[in-house]
């Protein structure tokens, strides 16, 4: 085999290797991001949940639960830009 067939397979092999490891570190974040998804999909339907409450409360009630959901609402947001970073 001559010296270049054997520097071309080096860097074929090289290549796969990378592959290899970038494929699960694919695998890996697709779970990370569907673990976050979840999180952030049960955190909306709270916030949905809320809003409803809102809207049924007395002023002073609507202010503490309007609050609660600003947070809320936040958190789902943060979430939504951390699964984000995964892509």
């Known amino acids: 085999m001559s010296e270049r067939n054997k520097n071309f397979e080096d860097i074929v092999d090289e290549l796969k290797q990378e592959r290899d490891e970038l494929r699960v570190k ?3 974040a697709k779970m990370d991001a569907g673990d976050e998804w ?3 999909e049960s955190q909306l339907e709270k916030l949905e949940a809320k809003a409803k409450e809102i809207g049924s409360a007395t002023a ?3 202010k503490e ?3 609660a959901a600003k947070l ?7 979430g939504f830009k951390s699964i984000a970073k995964h892509f």
């Open 38 to 40: 979840e999180k952030v």
């Open 26 to 28: 694919l695998k890996l």
């Open 60 to 62: 002073e009630a609507s």
């Open 72 to 78: 809320l609402a936040e958190e789902v947001r943060d």
């Open 65 to 67: 639960i309007g609050a």
